[in-house]
């Protein structure tokens, strides 16, 4: 299957700040996906990223928390904005293409402070 | 809506013991469902994609079912090793979702020396 690169692979940040995540695949996806997981919790879906479009988010996301790019079929950003310490997680991509299997990156690991 | 449940939560076991894990869904429709390896702190490694037509599929010591009219898949694994030691999650990939996966909260395995 396809290779992931996510980074950083964590941070520690201070509360107001933005963290941006990159996510570069090693082959053309159709689809890419972020993430969330939030301590001892399991994955929650938080948008799916649209080549050239604006992302779909899903309910309890908002673009203005967690703005999206996807600039072409193997590259794909996810801002944390205006962080609090509610923000701390692991945050992880995904990309498969149609309902082939699903890979993931390593995940980011955001302390906010 | 969708919802993934995989029991037990936590196993321990001695070395060399076969084990089973368990994972469930409430909505057939689904296209496919992957068994994923997650060790702390880290991404998911993807270990098994049992499409909705197939039964089970295998790799190496590991072979995972899927029983779609009633909702269930397992994964067994055979002679445990103490590299075994991981959160082991299931998710689905429903029909019309858009390739997105629903994730259970994972089974946290322990295999003691």
């Known amino acids: 299957s396809a290779v992931i690169s996510q980074k950083p692979s964590r941070d520690i940040c201070q509360r107001g700040t933005s963290l941006t995540i990159q996510c570069q695949v090693d082959?053309?996806?159709?689809?890419m996906f972020w993430y969330r997981q939030q301590p001892g919790q399991s994955l929650t879906l938080i948008a799916t990223?649209?080549?050239?479009?604006?992302?779909?988010?899903e309910s309890g996301f908002v673009i203005d928390k967690f703005p999206i790019s996807r600039p072409n079929l193997t590259f794909s950003t996810l801002t944390v904005s205006n962080m609090s310490p509610e923000d701390s997680s692991i945050y992880l991509c995904?990309?498969?293409?149609?309902?082939?299997?699903?890979?993931f990156g390593q995940g980011t690991r955001l302390t906010v402070v | 809506k969708q919802e993934v449940t995989q029991i037990p939560a936590a196993l321990s076991v001695p070395e060399g013991e076969n084990l089973v894990l368990n994972c469930s869904f409430t909505?057939?429709?689904?296209?496919?469902l992957q068994w994923f390896r997650q060790d702390p702190g880290k991404g998911l490694t993807s270990l098994l994609l049992?499409?909705?037509?197939?039964r089970e599929q295998t790799s190496g010591r590991l072979n995972a079912s899927l029983d779609k009219s009633s909702g269930r898949s397992t994964l067994y694994i055979a002679a445990s090793q103490p590299g075994d030691s991981a959160t082991y999650l299931c998710?689905?990939?429903?029909?019309?979702?858009?390739?997105?996966?629903?994730f259970g909260k994972g089974t946290l395995l322990t295999v003691n020396p």
């Open positions: 995904s990309g498969r293409v149609g309902d082939t299997e699903a890979f």
């Open positions: 082959s053309q996806v159709t689809m």
């Open positions: 990223a649209n080549q050239g479009s604006e992302a779909t988010y």
């Open positions: 909505d057939s429709a689904i296209y496919n």
């Open positions: 049992i499409q909705s037509s197939q």
């Open positions: 998710a689905v990939t429903d029909g019309g979702s858009n390739y997105k996966l629903t």
